[in-house]
């Protein structure tokens, strides 16, 4: 089982920029691939970034530049740094994370909001 908490969320200025945290509460040694999601108000959710335990990143084509996501295994904490943040990168961003055994587990956060104004 796998229990995340996720931070760092709240009301930003269009061009600002916030670091969202996210620990994992675990007794599994490590956390294979972590990822975070956003739900904007009336749309579904979407994939924001990823990262393996290695260090191999992904990220939606329209945030790369912008966001960067980061890990520390030993802490078992995922961050996203968002810069240059924009009124459409308001939403729930929710943290994931996946343990690979002979099944794939994937768990979720419950979110936290972040409001860009303008």
């Known amino acids: 089982q796998v229990q995340l908490v996720e931070s760092g969320g709240g009301l930003v200025q269009a061009g600002g920029s916030l670091r969202l945290s996210c620990v994992a509460s675990?007794?599994?040694?490590?956390?294979?691939?972590w990822g975070w999601y956003r739900q904007a108000p009336g749309k579904e959710r979407e994939l924001v970034a990823t990262?393996?335990?290695?260090?191999?990143?992904d990220y939606a084509d329209s945030l790369k530049g912008r966001f960067t996501i980061s890990r520390d295994n030993a802490k078992k904490m995922v961050y996203l740094q968002m810069n240059d943040l924009q009124l459409e990168d308001t939403a729930v961003y929710y943290c994931?994370?996946?343990?690979?055994?002979?099944?794939?587990?994937?768990?979720w956060g419950q979110g936290t909001l972040v409001t860009v104004s303008s």
């Open positions: 990262c393996t335990s290695g260090g191999s990143t």
């Open positions: 994931t994370a996946q343990i690979r055994l002979l099944k794939t587990y994937n768990y």
């Open positions: 675990t007794s599994f040694r490590t956390i294979d691939a």
